[in-house]
């Protein structure tokens, strides 16, 4: 089930918003197009994103694929334990396989730029078909 | 997109792999699983007991009458005389630029009976340059790719998988050797080769028996593996993939394949490329790397010194039994001995990478 707290990116993010503090992964769906994912690349702590840019790498055995920032923001937090074991994105992308920590810069982009999960579910099953 | 899908080219296992849950992807105009359960797990089936792939997409030409031997010798540049029945052998299909036009395997029934298994999307092309070749011989080329569905059954358990099921005798059959008899009651051929550097074999039967003998097969506990694990295992073994590391624009010496250039043997085409090259020496060659810094070098990536591309990456991936990022590289011959250092260009970045002995992955007898 797609958790209904958090909001979706058409590239296939969510983020998990408490307070002013994103929590950013992929989803269910794109782990499982991404397959048994490898490494991960992420970026420094501090880093200032704006909506749409690119936030770091998820190499899966077959692929590479771009981590996009869903909304704009300062990184403050990015999960460690993906260096050691980045096979979390497959098994838990919503809990322990979460990628990165922001402080949302402005948190009106949440409701404008993404999608609920709803609208997400929709939009995955016209994508795929 | 499902317009396009239902063009592609359908294997006859097809229908099986929609039921057993692959996830089908298009690979060269063939709608084929990538992968059923996740490739690492694949790929491991594959290393430690038995996994099956549906390579049924491959293409196989038969060659026969009195010139096939010379035509064979002509168009490729291994030595197909070395041959005898109920052997087969690794061999490329050259230009006469020295270039691959397919790398192929040559089955031997009979000094004028030969069976080819060409690169599904060389197929075609490769039917016609050997036509085109026998002109003026004594020797019939026939494209028999529809005639076949194919698997191949690979790992350590596979000849104990198999034996129950086909009355040839498994056991005394050597590596690149093979058999015709029966498998599961139904007319087949049977050899000891595969494209993941493990045991197994390859079993060619009529494209009706095909999802019979696949279901029998996963029965008796083959674990059905994708495009996704043949990858990884091929390329943990550097065995080539025409179109990645091979092509027309390669030569056998440069890709590292000396071993079946034969110019000794007589004629052929590309020989004369091949003995400046053997003389000379290639001006570059493949090689395998691992990655120093985190990160997997991929299909295409650049090879950079500096400012200057010195090279290209044809193939890369992360080895799911080594644990790290592996692939292959056409560097300069200078540059492509094991310890060298060189840097790959990942998305904008350079990152480092190091030429090692291949194959990467070896497996104990």
């Known amino acids: 089930m797609t958790p209904e707290d958090s909001r979706y990116a058409k590239s296939h993010e969510y983020i998990n918003v408490e307070g002013e503090v994103g929590t950013i992964g992929i989803t269910e769906y794109a782990q499982k197009e991404l397959g048994d994912v490898v490494f991960v690349e992420l970026p420094q702590v501090g880093t200032q994103l704006e909506a749409g840019d690119e936030l770091g790498s998820i190499e899966s055995v077959k692929a590479v694929s771009e981590l996009f920032a869903p909304v704009g923001g300062e990184v403050i937090e990015v999960n460690e334990r993906l260096a050691e074991k980045p096979e979390l994105i497959n098994t838990d992308p919503y809990g322990d396989g979460w990628m990165v920590r922001i402080k949302v810069a402005d948190l009106s982009e949440v409701d404008e730029l993404l999608m609920t999960a709803e609208e997400y579910d929709e939009y995955v099953e016209t994508e795929s078909h | ?365």
């Open chain 2, 1 to 365: 997109m499902s317009d396009e899908v239902t063009t592609l080219k359908k294997t006859p296992l097809n229908q099986l792999e929609h039921e057993l849950g692959g996830k089908m992807v298009d690979f060269g105009g063939w709608e084929l699983p990538v992968q059923f359960s996740g490739i690492l797990e694949e790929h491991a089936a594959v290393r430690e007991h038995v996994g099956l792939f549906d390579v049924s997409h491959m293409g196989e030409l038969t060659v026969k009458g009195p010139d096939a031997l010379a035509l064979l010798q002509r168009a490729t540049c291994n030595d197909v005389s070395k041959l005898e029945n109920g052997r087969a052998q690794y061999n490329g299909l050259l230009y006469p630029t020295a270039g691959f036009v397919d790398d192929i395997l040559v089955y031997q029934n009979a000094s004028d009976d030969f069976f080819v298994v060409v690169n599904a999307s060389n197929s075609d092309k490769d039917y016609e340059w050997l036509a085109d070749a026998a002109k003026g011989m004594d020797a019939e080329v026939r494209n028999v790719s529809a005639d076949y569905a194919q698997l191949a059954l690979q790992g350590p358990e596979a000849e104990r998988l198999l034996q129950p099921m086909t009355d040839v005798d498994l056991a005394p059959m050597k590596y690149y050797r093979f058999g015709t008899g029966k498998v599961d009651g139904v007319p087949a051929i049977v050899s000891r080769t595969g494209y993941t550097g493990e045991d197994g074999f390859e079993i060619y039967v009529a494209p009706s028996e095909g999802s019979r003998i696949m279901r029998k097969l996963l029965d008796a506990g083959a674990k059905p593996c994708g495009l996704g694990a043949r990858d990884t295992l091929r390329l943990e073994a550097k065995m080539a993939l025409y179109g990645n590391d091979i092509d027309q624009t390669t030569t056998p010496l440069e890709a590292d394949l000396g071993w079946i250039v034969k110019v000794e043997k007589g004629d052929f085409f590309g020989r004369d490329v091949l003995q400046r090259e053997k003389a000379e020496g290639p001006r570059r060659k493949l090689a395998g790397f691992e990655m120093v810094d985190r990160g997997i070098a991929r299909h295409g990536y650049p090879v950079v010194d500096g400012s200057e591309e010195i090279g290209v990456v044809t193939s890369g991936t992360h080895s799911p039994t080594l644990k790290k990022a592996i692939g292959l590289a056409y560097l300069p011959l200078g540059k492509s001995a094991p310890g060298n250092e060189f840097m790959v260009l990942i998305r904008g970045k350079e990152v480092r990478a190091r030429v090692v002995p291949t194959p990467f992955y070896k497996r104990s007898r």
